[in-house]
């Protein structure tokens, strides 16, 4: 990867992580990253990577970011990095970051060279593909990069273009499901001027907050 100058995964963090040279480094010195959302690790799973570590070794190369304080901030390979220390190793290959990296970077490092898509929420999907837009890279090399449907990359950067602003904030993972516009509802929202859009989003979410169902939400949806 860090010599293959065709990868759009290395062009698009380039800037970002030192793909030039790979370092050993103790995994003790390694740190969890706290706003990692995901904290929990299927165990059979992660029993099938220890014991392919152990006869394989490490694979993959993991990402952290230096700190001042000696210690390396894990950016993507909490996973291998769990399984390694369960392995009894005592060091990990890992690339440097720069800087600490945005939403779309950490998805990207999270992807590749993943067989399986990495889930996160619409609202950080959405964060994401309006990231790589900026970067100019296209819809079509967006969805190889990340495992996904041209359509699917389309519709989210319809959100990320047209919603607007608070009610982008209402799709945030970290609210209540009551509490949260999800993809399709947003999706219908665009329809609409951008002066009602928050308008109709409250009404959604009062309307899920009653217990409606989805019919007589759309009901209600239809009197915008």
Same mark, same amino acid.
């Given at each position: 990867?860090? /010599?293959? *100058?065709?990868?759009? #995964?290395?062009?698009?963090?380039?800037?970002?992580?030192?793909?030039?040279?790979?370092?050993? #480094?103790?995994?003790? !010195?390694?740190?969890?990253?706290?706003?990692?959302?995901?904290?929990?690790?299927?165990?059979?799973?992660?029993?099938?990577?220890?014991?392919?570590?152990?006869?394989?070794?490490?694979?993959?190369?993991? +990402? @952290?970011?230096?700190?001042?304080?000696?210690?390396?901030?894990?950016?993507?390979?909490?996973?291998?990095?769990?399984?390694?220390?369960?392995?009894?190793?005592?060091?990990?290959?890992?690339? +440097?970051?720069?800087? $600490?990296?945005?939403?779309?970077?950490?998805? &990207? &490092?999270?992807?590749?060279?993943?067989?399986?898509?990495?889930?996160?929420?619409?609202?950080? /999907?959405? #964060?994401?593909?309006?990231? &790589?837009?900026?970067?100019?890279?296209?819809?079509?090399?967006?969805?190889?990069?990340?495992?996904?449907?041209?359509?699917?990359?389309?519709?989210?950067? /319809? @959100?990320?273009? /047209?919603?607007? =602003?608070?009610? +982008? $904030?209402?799709?945030?993972?970290?609210?209540?499901?009551?509490?949260?516009?999800?993809?399709? $509802?947003?999706?219908?929202? &665009?329809?609409?001027?951008?002066?009602?859009?928050?308008?109709?989003?409250?009404?959604?979410?009062?309307? !899920? *907050?009653?217990?409606?169902? *989805?019919?007589?939400?759309?009901? =209600? +949806?239809?009197?915008?």
């Amino acid at each position: 990867m860090a /010599n293959d *100058k065709s990868d759009p #995964v290395l062009e698009a963090l380039r800037d970002a992580v030192d793909f030039s040279q790979v370092h050993q #480094v103790s995994l003790e !010195k390694i740190v969890r990253n706290e706003t990692q959302p995901r904290t929990d690790f299927d165990e059979a799973d992660m029993l099938d990577l220890i014991a392919s570590i152990r006869q394989f070794g490490q694979k993959d190369t993991a +990402f @952290v970011l230096p700190q001042a304080d000696g210690t390396y901030l894990m950016v993507s390979g909490e996973r291998r990095w769990r399984a390694m220390r369960r392995a009894f190793l005592v060091t990990m290959r890992v690339h +440097f970051c720069r800087r $600490e990296l945005t939403t779309a970077e950490t998805y &990207l &490092l999270s992807c590749h060279g993943n067989a399986r898509q990495v889930e996160q929420s619409t609202y950080d /999907n959405v #964060v994401m593909v309006r990231e &790589l837009l900026q970067k100019k890279i296209a819809h079509e090399q967006i969805a190889t990069l990340v495992s996904r449907s041209v359509s699917w990359v389309g519709q989210h950067a /319809n @959100v990320a273009a /047209n919603l607007v =602003a608070p009610v +982008f $904030e209402m799709m945030r993972g970290d609210r209540d499901e009551s509490d949260r516009i999800t993809l399709e $509802e947003a999706s219908r929202i &665009l329809s609409m001027a951008p002066d009602i859009q928050l308008t109709a989003a409250g009404f959604i979410l009062a309307a !899920k *907050k009653k217990g409606g169902s *989805k019919a007589s939400q759309s009901i =209600a +949806f239809q009197a915008f």
